[in-house]
């Protein structure tokens, strides 16, 4: 996988993985759905081969909405609405390391 192959470019990287939802539906259920999200990519790390101990996950429900007008825009259009919404479900990962330095180049 290529984010996989990416990490074992750097030295002491620690990955932060975080799961996002639309608004639609209650806090507590977008909470765990994000979080089931956030895991799933982290399971998928750690096939891989890259090291757990390394990976955080985290969900962040409907918190950080990147379009967060759909329901004003599509009051009664439920398919547009799921449309507008989709970039809202999604799962970010963030890399913190540096990359190691080339053999030979001091």
């Known amino acids: 996988?290529?984010?996989?192959?990416t990490l074992a470019e750097y030295n002491q990287t620690m990955i932060e993985v975080v799961g996002h939802t639309d608004p639609e539906g209650s806090h507590a259920y977008n909470q765990a759905l994000s979080q089931r999200r956030a895991e799933t990519v982290r399971t998928a790390l750690t096939q891989s081969q890259l090291p757990s101990s390394s990976i955080s996950a985290h969900g962040r429900g409907e918190q950080q909405l990147l379009v967060s007008d759909c329901r004003a825009r599509f009051p009664r259009d439920a398919k547009q609405r799921m449309a507008c919404d989709q970039?809202?479900?999604?799962?970010?990962?963030?890399?913190?390391?540096?990359?190691?330095?080339?053999?030979?180049s001091n």
């Open 1 to 5: 996988n290529g984010v996989a192959s």
């Open 87 to 104: 970039p809202n479900r999604r799962v970010e990962i963030t890399l913190y390391g540096q990359a190691e330095a080339a053999p030979g």
